[in-house]
């Protein structure tokens, strides 16, 4: 891939982290309280049904199972842990926990796949957990034990669901959307039981309600997802979850806009460290090596003979 188009799949994918960093402040301003798996179940089942409608074809074989895992890793599990993290947790501690993803798929990548752990990329972890650290900590926050250890599963959740969707790629002849709406709704039904049997549905929905889980929904699953499996495509495993570091720049910056938070100078800090961390990882172009006049290449493809001429060598 070329520098250009790597950068630019870079910028796209981190669209998704992006809209996701919404997520704390939509589910505490627009959605039924302390309803975790309702707003799981509702984000990811409408939205998978949506891409299946567009898009109509049904996991088969090994796909089935394995459509079941990475929906539950990317999409179930890692959205229920994420919403009890963001009902549970102060500010932005719970992306505070969650900056310990990418440090995980470099550790997965390489016991799963061979990658090499190379020290750039311990230094881009790192430098990317204490920019978040920089970012969102306060030390007069109380500590809910529960959020904080819900976010750090949903860490370790996305980054076995990023390795794996890496590792086994889609099935042939299989599109992105189809893909993305296994995912999604597998990750729903995984969900619905828990939501009926357990936390049970609320007893009156508003519109604030209505307007926030739409917005779940569209953007926060349909489109993000969508990109966010495009970049899985096309990235190192390593690249892509330091991409997701996105969110809570994104998370801290609404609350200083729309929440009226304050923002100071550390936490300033703290975005450039993130963003540097971020580029760090990020892959690099192979250089090209310049052949000298004097220099042959080791291997020497030949001209294509025509067919006439063996026939005339042959007479």
């Given at each position: 891939?070329k ?7 870079s ?5 998704a982290?992006?809209?996701?960093g ?18 799981t ?60 993803q990418?440090?995980?798929?470099l ?6 796949m ?13 430098l ?16 809910d ?11 370790v ?9 890496k590792?086994?790629?889609?099935p042939?002849g299989?599109g ?20 009926l049997?357990i ?10 309600n209505?307007?926030?889980?739409s ?34 720049i994104?998370?801290?910056l609404l609350?200083y806009v729309?929440?009226?938070?304050t923002?100071?100078i ?15 990882a ?10 000298s ?5 080791d291997?020497?493809?030949p001209?294509?003979?025509s ?5 005339g060598g042959?007479?």
């Amino acid at each position: 891939m070329k520098s250009g188009q790597q950068l630019l799949t870079s910028g796209v994918t981190a669209l998704a982290p992006a809209v996701w960093g919404t997520t704390y402040m939509v589910t505490t301003e627009w959605l039924p309280p302390d309803r975790p798996m309702l707003a799981t179940t509702v984000r990811a089942l409408p939205a998978g049904l949506i891409l299946l409608a567009f898009a109509r074809a049904m996991p088969k074989g090994i796909w089935l199972w394995r459509a079941l895992v990475l929906g539950t890793l990317n999409i179930g599990a890692f959205n229920y842990l994420l919403f009890v993290a963001a009902y549970r947790l102060p500010g932005g501690i719970a992306a505070m926990i969650m900056a310990v993803q990418p440090m995980v798929v470099l550790i997965l990548a390489a016991l799963l796949m061979g990658d090499r752990v190379q020290p750039v990329h311990v230094l881009a972890c790192l430098l990317g957990a204490g920019g978040v650290v920089l970012l969102v900590f306060k030390g007069n926050a109380t500590v809910d034990y529960v959020g904080v250890v819900a976010a750090l599963i949903a860490a370790v959740c996305m980054a076995t669901g990023i390795t794996l969707t890496k590792m086994w790629g889609r099935p042939d002849g299989v599109g992105l959307l189809p893909f993305t709406g296994w995912q999604l709704v597998a990750g729903g039904l995984v969900a619905l039981p828990f939501t009926l049997g357990i936390e049970g549905l609320p007893s009156s929905i508003n519109g604030t309600n209505v307007l926030g889980f739409s917005y779940l929904i569209i953007l926060g699953a349909v489109i993000s997802y969508v990109i966010w499996f495009r970049g899985i495509e096309r990235l190192p495993a390593v690249a892509v979850s330091f991409l997701a570091l996105g969110s809570p720049i994104v998370a801290t910056l609404l609350g200083y806009v729309v929440l009226d938070q304050t923002l100071s100078i550390l936490q300033l800090l703290g975005i450039v460290v993130i963003l540097a961390a971020v580029l760090l990882a990020q892959p690099r172009p192979a250089k090209r090596q310049k052949l000298s006049p004097d220099d042959t290449p080791d291997t020497a493809v030949p001209e294509p003979t025509s067919s006439s001429a063996v026939e005339g060598g042959r007479s």
